[in-house]
């Protein structure tokens, strides 16, 4: 009995002491966001996973975009506004997105970067519509992440990775006969692996092997590249994020099996992993929209800044998610609005605003969005050669 | 030649799950109880030698012992704080509990290890052996885990039978109530089976991260729910029945995969599960239970 007593005291004094954190929380939130004296300000919300399987994007997403707000309440702001934000952890998952959403929109949220990942994505840009906010998803590949016209994208989509890399294969006369081991339970991986199919065909690259693996059983490969070696492919196709493809190309080697691989932008992230012994993808090959080691200004400016703040190498996430808020800036101030308009006066402002910008940023230069929310840019390919990205 | 190499993975593969369903067994037969955080408990132990190899700069050797010792130590405190204060509630709270840990577990190392997948550092540093000019290779990870899959199960079976304690496990598992009037520390026979099983773990962990080297704080979930497969398999509580079951389990789900459908593997895994729970609803090695009037 004292023993209960003395338990129920102790989780009584917790309950206090994390009501009071959370007090604290809300009050040093505020502060990072830069509100300036009860004067108006722009509220932007961002969700992704924080926590989960896809963690990395979305913490990568909330540095970039943090980053970005920084630099611009630093500069004066979007048209002489400061901005406001708050990022909510949806652990990829869509009805968490949908939670996530909610709790920024009781926030006052007049703007959205997000989703981080196409499946919350697809959940969320649903109820945005409802509301006809205005969202710019950073890394939502799929098609249907963007279905609606209150909705842009940052990144490019799974059909046009696809059809590009196709493409960029058949151009550079890099292979004939292909393999292609994708995630069949995962839209991004699926999605590029369906449209990658589809023009190989019109291009007369042949497709010798299409193996499938899925989230629950991602750790042996040996099958799959077995496979493709009995077919005799030259070159193995990986829609795939990294840290799966990784094991293979350690698998393949294991093997004894050299051919040559070819990734999406997921690969991007594979020479940061830790402990990973790079050697492994000499020779890989990628299409990514952002190389940590391009020359320009801009790229050696936002790595130092994030290494700085963050203490890692930014990954393509990142820099998608830094863009967008620097997007958000400009079609804001090309559309004029200010933070006492409603949420659906934003949203029409911000679409119409949207389709008449051009801009220039760590992904891509003089980027168009059409009124579909697709973004113009053509993805780069790179080649990893002494454990670095060579351009191609 | 194809097939001996498919034949040779699902062997290794099966091997893997056959140390991780040892621990499900053990603890299963002895206490009773379905201890779902094992799985994590192979992550923790994946962390542990991870850090001293490679941030600590110790040898493989010493790595595989700080992680047994780490997850052994787990394994008791875990016993002691969760699971003990549960032994007379019903077995409905201990498998929540068991899952709480679980993902307590899971979320421990996100928080001190962050999301990020390591690759890990093979403990193993002999290169296998290559066969039938290079058609066929067999992995210095593969024979070794399957050498300590079968080392493990003669040295777990000698121990239960031929000593004190293991004698002592017997007969817990038969009757508990029974072993407490004759004398037998139930408390300490349990949380000795705790402590074999997380050292298990452990070896498993090394042995997982090895041979597929990739390490993040959800390394261990799926390969634990396979190997509660295995274990149920081959009959739960019977330890020849975990090796098999985790070997059949390892060769089902690669030809499987390598002739049926690489994306249907799981499925047919999860169906011959069904299959077999039709025909022998105690698992292949399974003891059918008298009922005494």
């Known amino acids: ?392 | 030649m194809s097939f001996l190499s498919y034949l040779i993975n699902g062997v290794s593969l099966g091997s893997v799950y056959a140390i991780i369903a040892l621990g499900y067994t053990m603890v299963y037969g002895i206490a009773k109880m379905l201890n779902f955080a094992h799985g994590d408990i192979i992550m923790v132990g994946g962390y542990a030698a991870f850090l001293a190899m490679v941030n600590a700069g110790l040898s493989p050797l010493i790595g595989v012992l700080v992680s047994i010792v780490v997850c052994t130590l787990l394994g008791v405190v875990i016993e002691r704080i969760a699971y003990k204060p549960l032994r007379m509630a019903p077995p409905l709270a201990v498998l929540i509990t068991a899952i709480g840990v679980s993902y307590f577990l899971q979320n421990l190392a996100l928080l001190l290890f962050g999301a990020d997948t390591k690759t890990f550092k093979s403990v193993i540093s002999f290169k296998g052996i290559s066969l039938a000019g290079g058609a066929l290779q067999i992995s210095g990870v593969t024979i070794v885990t399957i050498a300590a899959c079968i080392v493990i199960v003669v040295g777990l079976s000698l121990f239960i039978n031929k000593t004190r304690a293991g004698q002592a496990m017997l007969a817990v598992s038969e009757d508990r109530g029974a072993a407490q009037l004759m004398g037998i520390n139930v408390n300490k026979t349990i949380a000795l089976t705790f402590a074999i099983g997380s050292a298990l773990a452990a070896i498993a962990g090394v042995l997982l991260c090895s041979a597929y080297p990739s390490l993040n704080p959800y390394t261990g979930a799926m390969p634990g729910i396979k190997a509660f497969v295995a274990a149920v398999f081959g009959g739960i509580g019977s330890v020849p029945g975990a090796m098999v079951g985790g070997i059949l389990l390892g060769i089902i789900e690669i030809l499987a995969k390598a002739y049926i459908s690489s994306q249907l593997a799981d499925a047919i895994v999860f169906a011959m599960l069904i299959i077999i729970l039709l025909v022998k609803p105690t698992g292949i090695f399974g003891k059918k239970i008298q009922e005494k009037v």
């Open chain 1, 1 to 392: 009995m004292k023993k209960k007593k003395i338990l129920s005291l102790i989780l009584v004094a917790a309950m206090a002491v994390t009501a009071f954190a959370g007090c604290g929380k809300k009050e040093s939130a505020k502060n990072e966001g830069g509100s300036s004296e009860g004067s108006a300000v722009f509220k932007i919300g961002g969700t992704g996973p924080l926590t989960g399987d896809a963690a990395i994007y979305g913490t990568a997403v909330k540095n970039g975009m943090e980053l970005a707000i920084k630099e611009i309440n630093e500069a004066g702001g979007i048209g002489g506004v400061q901005v406001e934000y708050k990022f909510e952890d949806d652990e990829a998952d869509a009805e968490k997105g949908v939670n996530a959403y909610n709790t920024l929109k009781d926030w006052k949220m007049q703007m959205l970067i997000g989703t981080t990942t196409s499946g919350a994505c697809e959940a969320v840009v649903a109820e945005s519509h409802n509301d006809n906010l205005f969202q710019i998803t950073p890394s939502g590949t799929s098609i249907n992440s963007v279905k609606y016209d209150n909705a842009f994208r940052m990144c490019f989509s799974d059909p046009a990775q696809g059809t590009v890399s196709a493409q960029y294969i058949a151009k550079n006369n890099l292979a004939k006969s292909i393999a292609v081991i994708y995630n069949s339970g995962d839209t991004y991986s699926n999605g590029i692996y369906e449209n990658f199919a589809k023009e190989a065909k019109n291009q007369g690259l042949e497709i010798v092997a299409a193996e499938a693996f899925t989230s629950e059983s991602n750790k042996d490969f040996s099958v799959q590249l077995q496979k493709a070696k009995d077919a005799g492919a030259e070159m193995v196709f990986l829609p795939m994020y990294y840290t799966e493809a990784s094991l293979i190309l350690a698998k393949a080697k294991e093997m004894g099996y050299a051919p040559s691989f070819f990734g999406c932008d997921g690969m991007d992230g594979i020479l940061t992993l830790e402990n990973f012994d790079t050697s492994l993808a000499e020779g890989l090959m990628l299409l990514t929209p952002f190389s940590v080691d391009a020359e320009d200004e801009k790229t050696q400016n936002f790595v130092k800044a994030y290494k700085d703040a963050y203490g890692e190498t930014p990954n393509q996430f990142a820099a998608d998610a830094y863009d967008s808020a620097y997007v958000i800036k400009a079609a804001a101030e090309k559309a004029g609005i200010k933070p006492d308009m409603s949420v659906t006066e934003i949203g029409d402002a911000m679409k119409k605003a949207m389709t008449e910008i051009e801009f220039t940023g760590l992904t891509g230069t003089n980027i168009t969005w059409g009124e579909d929310g697709e973004p113009t840019k053509e993805p780069i390919a790179v080649k990893i050669e002494n454990g670095a990205y060579v351009f191609m």
